[in-house]
């Protein structure tokens, strides 16, 4: 018998990844996102593709 695995399985195809973020930086992204009809995940990988693009 193979041993259950814990959480949710995975839903996407890109791992997860964890940053330190503070608080009222982290509130005032996912509000404005959410204007935006973004979420924050989708404004942190515009910027990093922008910042991956510079030379």
Known sequence: MT???RGRPATGET???G???PD???????RKAA???KTVSDVV???LRK???KK
């Open 3 to 5: 041993e259950k695995k």
């Open 15 to 17: 791992k997860i990844r």
């Open 19 to 21: 940053v330190r973020v």
């Open 24 to 30: 009222a930086v982290w509130e005032e992204a996912k």
């Open 35 to 37: 204007e935006e009809g």
């Open 45 to 47: 990988n515009e910027l």
């Open 51 to 53: 910042y991956n693009a």
